[in-house]
T-cell receptor, first 115, second 112 residues
Framework: AQSVSQHNHHVILSEAASLELGCNYS??????LFWYVQYPGQHLQLLLK??????LVKGIKGFEAEFIKSKFSFNLRKPSVQWSDTAEYFC?????????????FGAGTRLAVHP | DGGITQSPKYLFRKEGQNVTLSCEQN?????MYWYRQDPGQGLRLIYY???????QKGDIAEGYSVSREKKESFPLTVTSAQKNPTAFYLC???????????FGPGTRLLVL
């Protein structure tokens, strides 16, 4: 079955530290890729997405992600985190297989940034 | 002001009771979805609808039912057959099944 794995369930960082959250998926064909963020008390928001083209995509709030097809990965990065980045981050994938294409979520990574 | 609205924000269910969660969108999206979010498990798909008057079961449809009589609305009923209904329920919509999904604020369901 198709699945999405997020390597870290909890990450704790100090402000100004660099962030990298891992995401791997299990599907050999074409995919659409997403990172969503859920800030405390707020609803799920799109952080960035990749459909095609440049595999390095930039999103809101200084986040970026790199699609490496050979590694089935779509890792999220930020060079310098802020306290306001404290949130839960979800990687999600749509395997494009024809017919209905389901959005499959990873289990999420909770990020806590300390001032 | 376009978006997805869900109501109520909190809902309490008694044993043996059916409850209905509302989801409305004014984005003119064809596709709508219901997910359940539990701690440490990400989001799991309950039901989805690609067009009006059509819907399909997702991964965890048992104990739930939906309708899609209007493009803007996709209510979810949690029936008494759902033995573990306590969760955070998220509704989403997208222009089509392959495109970005946009999420509502969610409804937290608690059992009394």
């Amino acid at each position: 079955a198709q699945s999405v794995s997020q390597h870290n369930h909890h990450v704790i960082l100090s402000e100004a530290a660099s962030l990298e959250l891992g995401c791997n998926y299990s599907y050999g064909g074409t995919v659409n890729l997403f990172w969503y963020v859920q800030y405390p008390g707020q609803h799920l928001q799109l952080l960035l997405k990749y459909f095609s083209g440049d595999p390095l995509v930039k999103g809101i709030k200084g986040f970026e992600a790199e699609f490496i097809k050979s590694k089935f990965s779509f890792n999220l990065r930020k060079p310098s985190v802020q306290w306001s980045d404290t949130a839960e981050y979800f990687c999600a994938v749509i395997p494009l297989s024809g017919g209905y294409n389901k959005l499959i979520f990873g289990a999420g990574t909770r990020l806590a940034v300390h001032p | 002001d376009g978006g997805i609205t869900q109501s109520p924000k909190y809902l309490f269910r008694k044993e043996g009771q059916n409850v209905t969660l509302s989801c409305e969108q004014n984005l003119n999206h064809d596709a709508m979805y219901w997910y359940r979010q539990d701690p440490g498990q990400g989001l799991r798909l309950i039901y989805y609808s690609q067009i009006v008057n059509d819907f399909q079961k997702g991964d965890i449809a048992e104990g739930y039912s939906v309708s899609r009589e209007k493009k803007e609305s996709f209510p979810l009923t949690v029936t008494s057959a759902q033995k573990n209904p306590t969760a955070f329920y998220l509704c989403a919509s997208s222009p089509s099944g392959q495109e970005t999904q946009y999420f509502g604020p969610g409804t937290r369901l608690l059992v009394l």
